[in-house]
């Protein structure tokens, strides 16, 4: 009997199917952009073959660098072969300059450089918003053993370090950025993806938006942002 994939998942940017193999996923990356959780829909031409192929870049530098992802190959220009998680409904975000909800939360301008990089959890729900909580309401919301936390903060910050350093080479700034992980045979590996639409990256020279937030405030140019990051990192 010949093995028939089934989708598992539509989200907003991606869908995951099932494969032939019990332990993988396969990720197909859409073109498809939402913001402010959902209010806000678009296209954006061609995001879904940069994001697979700027995540598929990001993991495999993560992996160079000891960090466990569940990236396994790039299969095509949309799709991602992915290691079966179970998800941690955790959002980790990671901040080196203010900007976004944490510049409005502190009534901070944005650029304002952070004397040393913020860690923020997330609860994963679409229903809520994604509310911002704090290690009491993780362990309250028994989503994580504060063991799991440490590890899913320690494992941040040097996704952070990993990632900025690389940047600062790119003259790109990694302004902050989204994390999530999950379980997997026992351990924790970073999933998701890694992208403009998951991270901001401003120009280091000029603090040209470079990423999904030139879509979420109307900027224009939001391909060549997307296709700018791809080349500077090192792709076509
Ligand atoms: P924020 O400033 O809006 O809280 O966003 C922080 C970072 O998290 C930013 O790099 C964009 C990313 N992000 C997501 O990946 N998904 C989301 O739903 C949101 C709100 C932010």
């Known amino acids: 009997m010949s093995f028939e994939e089934k989708m598992l998942y539509e989200g ?7 494969t ?40 495999e530098l993560l992996q160079s660098k000891g960090i466990n992802t569940h990236f396994v190959k790039k299969l095509n220009e949309r799709d ?9 409904p955790i959002e980790v975000v990671v901040r080196n300059i203010a900007a976004g909800s944490l510049a409005k939360r502190l009534g901070w301008e944005e650029g304002r450089k952070l004397k040393k990089p913020v860690v923020e959890f997330y609860y ?11 290690r ?13 936390l440490d590890e899913l903060e320690g494992v941040s910050l040097k996704i952070n370090s990993a990632l900025s350093e690389f940047l600062t080479e790119k003259n790109i700034l990694l302004v902050d950025f989204k994390l999530e992980y999950g379980l997997h045979k026992g351990a924790l590996l970073l999933g998701d993806e890694i992208s403009p639409d998951t ?6 020279s000029t603090n040209e938006k470079l990423d999904k937030d030139r879509f979420r405030r109307d900027l224009g140019n939001v391909e060549e ?5 791809w080349k500077r990192i090192g792709g076509k």
Request: charged share 25%; net charge negative.
């Open 124 to 134: 994963k729900s679409d229903e809520l918003g994604d509310p911002l909580i704090n």
């Open 225 to 229: 942002a997307y296709q700018e990051i």
């Open 20 to 59: 032939d193999n019990m332990d993988e996923y396969r990720v197909y990356f859409k073109d498809d952009a939402t913001a402010f959780n959902g209010e806000k829909k678009g296209t954006i031409q061609s995001k879904g073959v940069l994001n697979n192929s700027i995540s598929s870049f990001f993991f």
């Open 199 to 204: 991270c901001r990256f401003w120009d280091a």
């Open 12 to 18: 907003k940017a991606k869908k995951v199917f099932t």
């Open 136 to 148: 009491s309401h993780v362990a309250a919301l028994d989503i994580a053993t504060p063991d799991q």
């Open 80 to 88: 991602m072969l992915v290691k079966k998680l179970t998800i941690v």
